[in-house]
């Protein structure tokens, strides 16, 4: 089968989250297994444009509303990754240094959905399926049913992946004239209450919809942001499907990002001497457990209630334990955080940004990863930890609740609580400080997370099942 994926994201070539994470490993694995899987996106001004070469497969003009524009698509010459990846180039418009934060978002991402249904309308051969994901590239599967000029790409199956459907990309309906000369009466398939709606449509116009965890897939039914009647009238769509992770790159024996390499059945000396880095650099004390988190400082991973929990569990627990914070986002939780870092006895610390680097080592290095998601449509970072033997400390919801069993129940690995809520989530650090010092129940949680499979052969498997439904 022939699949393209359309996406704002793609490790390594420019990451902010987990959607990158996924459209940097699905379509590599889905190679393996013999299909043709390419990925485009638009071209940012990433390290990875600079170290690599690249090729022109395609220059032509287009417009958005009465604004025209030239745009360009590049390959990237050798494959690297496994897969052909191409970038859309539009001067000044996505050849920005971030991925998402501009005013002008959804005039961004629109143009670059035109600049793929145009380079496509121009392709001899089409591809048997449009993999769309979130909502930046959520018009595309109207686009191609609605739109006068995509009328060639009609036939062409679209299957939207949701990563995250708490943004939406709203736009007011005055910003109708950007999306191609389109069939006027079709415009209740744009529309959710009353504004153009890029999720809402494709969850309405896609051929299959898949979201990254089972669980997530029954909660979006009752907690989706204002879409809740749209899942429950689409269900027969759609299916769940849990990321994997990328066992190449995330592998702690040969993880270029880190300096001490361990296995699963040699980890004890190598967690020790990462974890020693991490004590070494952000001043915090090696005998104590270590509890990090990593991620967006946002109220869907429950970031909010990070200074809350850590001062509360130093009141009441005391200081037998360390926190170290990677993360950014609201303005307000990264001062709180930081206004703790004064308060700390060598057993605090938060680094404000985004570093690769540094995140590696804390899963490495880590004993414990909290993880109080209010939402979390899959997660990946409790996956990273397991692989890398730290114990995944989080809220049963999304796709936490689907790949973490508490380390009191039968097989368990996990720290597990039902709330995100500052007291459900000050017990699970104290549970991690009760434990931490059990040593022999420490060793038997590591072996059992070490030793899951996470991969992400099942999953492509599922993925490729969707796709024969539609195309055979
Ligand atoms: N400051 C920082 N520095 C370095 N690395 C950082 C970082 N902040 C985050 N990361 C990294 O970004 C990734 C985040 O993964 P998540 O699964 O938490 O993603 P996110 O919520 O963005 O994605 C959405 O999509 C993914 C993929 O489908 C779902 O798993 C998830 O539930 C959903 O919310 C991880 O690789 C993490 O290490």
């Not at 998402?100 to 978002?105: E, K, P, Q, S």
């Not at 204002?226 to 769940?240: H, M, P, Q, R, T």
Request: proline letters at 4%.
């Amino acid at each position: 089968m022939d699949i393209l994926h359309v996406s704002a994201e793609c490790y390594p070539v420019a990451k902010a989250g987990g959607l990158g994470d996924v459209v940097g490993a699905l379509p590599k694995y889905m190679n393996e297994l013999g299909h043709t899987t390419r990925v485009v996106m638009p071209m940012y001004r990433t390290k990875f444009l600079y170290a690599n070469e690249w090729e022109v497969v395609h220059k032509a003009n287009t417009n958005m509303g009465n604004w025209w524009f030239e745009f360009t698509i590049i390959k990237e010459k050798t494959n690297k990754l496994g897969f052909e990846l191409y970038l859309v180039d539009v001067n000044g418009l996505l050849d920005r240094e971030k991925v998402y934060g501009y005013n002008d978002d959804n005039e961004r991402f629109t143009a670059f959905q035109i600049c793929v249904l145009d380079w496509l309308n121009a392709w001899a051969k089409k591809p048997d399926i449009l993999h769309v994901h979130d909502h930046h590239t959520g018009l595309i599967p109207f686009m191609v049913k609605n739109c006068q000029k995509y009328r060639g790409l009609a036939s062409i199956k679209t299957v939207l992946t949701i990563h995250n459907a708490q943004y939406q990309g709203w736009m007011p309906w005055n910003r109708s004239i950007l999306i191609p000369q389109w069939d006027m009466w079709k415009w209740g398939m744009l529309d959710w209450n009353n504004t153009i709606n890029p999720l809402a449509s494709a969850i309405k116009c896609a051929d299959k919809i898949t979201t990254v965890s089972p669980s997530y897939l029954q909660e979006l039914k009752w907690m989706s942001n204002g879409l809740e009647a749209l899942f429950e009238y689409e269900k027969g769509k759609c299916v769940g499907i849990l990321n994997g992770i990328d066992a190449k790159v995330w592998n702690p024996e040969t993880d270029t990002y880190l300096q001490h390499h361990f296995s699963e059945h040699d980890y004890e000396a190598g967690k020790a001497k990462n974890k020693m880095l991490l004590c070494d650099q952000f001043s915090l004390d090696y005998d104590k457990p270590l509890i990090g988190f990593i991620g967006r400082l946002v109220g869907e991973k429950g970031a909010d209630l990070l200074p809350q929990v850590i001062s509360d569990s130093f009141y009441f627990i005391g200081r037998r334990m360390n926190f170290l914070v990677l993360g950014s986002g609201f303005p307000e939780v990264e001062a709180r955080l930081s206004a703790l870092k004064p308060l700390s006895q060598s057993d605090y610390n938060v680094y404000i940004g985004y570093n690769e680097g540094l995140s590696h080592t804390m899963y490495a290095g880590l004993d414990f990863l909290l993880m109080p998601s209010r939402v979390e449509p899959c997660g990946l970072n409790q996956m990273y930890s397991m692989r890398y033997g730290t114990v995944p400390m989080v809220r049963r919801t999304g796709g936490l609740k689907d790949t973490v069993i508490d380390f009191g129940d039968v097989n368990g690995y996990g720290i597990c609580y039902n709330h995100a809520s500052v007291p459900d989530v000050t017990h699970a650090v104290w549970r991690a400080a009760e434990v931490y010092h059990d040593k022999e129940k420490m060793k038997g949680i590591r072996q059992r997370m070490m030793n899951l499979d996470f991969s992400w052969e099942s999953s492509v498997k599922q993925y490729i099942q969707v796709y024969s439904s539609l195309v055979m």
